[in-house]
């Protein structure tokens, strides 16, 4: 079965850079979560989007947007980036909201 | 805000044995998602649970759903090598559709 897919699974930037990543929901899925995982914790939510509308906002910062696209994928843009943003950044899909979550594999961004 | 504590934090078992681990909450969640974690990976969704009570199976996994729907354990029955990573419970914060993740177990299985 088809699964949520993130691109790139690595990326290195140096600080005040700016990073795009990328995100293929499940086909037919409608919605697409964004979370952050530091090294050692646990995902932790930045934004949601349902039918391309901003759903959700968690703990993210003004450096950081997100959008969903005509196609249902999703991209979120990280600017002027600072050695904390280095974690691992998934996106996750579901069908419609308040259903379950299903991850991608996720996009490691080491901030140098 | 929401919180959910899980335990133990971690565990060192031999292979064929069985594991039980926990989550708990001070506050009601309506939904308990377990998932399973590999380092570098993303979390793999293993049992979903929606109704307080709940028992429900997946191969050598079980889940149930408290009946306070503050807390669900997981048990893996006959651990094998492949079993190793670190499980999360999860549930959807109050009135929204974003995850909450416990403190996760890891779990080590020795042959």
């Known amino acids: 079965a088809a699964g949520v897919i993130q691109s790139p699974r690595h990326l290195i930037k140096e600080k005040r850079e700016t990073a795009t990543l990328k995100c293929y929901p499940i086909?037919?899925?409608?919605?697409v979560y964004w979370y952050q995982q530091g090294p050692g914790q646990d995902p932790q939510f930045l934004i949601s989007?349902?039918?391309?509308?901003?759903?959700d906002k968690g703990s993210i910062p003004d450096r950081f947007s997100a959008q969903q696209f005509s196609d249902y994928h999703s991209e979120l843009n990280m600017s002027s980036l600072e050695l904390g943003d280095s974690a691992l950044y998934f996106c996750a899909s579901s069908l419609g909201g308040y259903n379950e979550q299903f991850f991608g594999p996720g996009t490691r961004l080491t901030v140098l | 805000g929401q919180q959910l504590n899980q335990s133990p934090q971690s565990m060192f078992i031999q292979e064929g044995e069985d594991v039980s681990m926990n989550c708990t909450s001070s506050s009601i969640f309506n939904t308990w998602l377990w998932y399973k974690q590999e380092p570098g990976e993303g979390p793999v969704l293993l049992i979903a649970?929606?109704?307080?009570?709940e028992l429900t199976s997946n191969g050598r996994l079980t889940a149930q759903f408290g009946i306070t729907r503050k807390d669900s354990f997981l048990n893996i029955s006959a651990s094998i090598p492949s079993d190793v990573g670190i499980y999360f419970c999860?549930?959807?914060?109050?009135?929204?559709?974003?995850?909450?993740f416990g403190t996760g177990t890891r779990l080590q299985v020795f042959p």
């Open positions: 086909p037919r899925h409608d919605t």
């Open positions: 989007f349902y039918e391309k509308m901003q759903s």
């Open positions: 999860a549930g959807p914060s109050y009135n929204t559709d974003k995850l909450i």
């Open positions: 649970l929606y109704k307080a009570g």
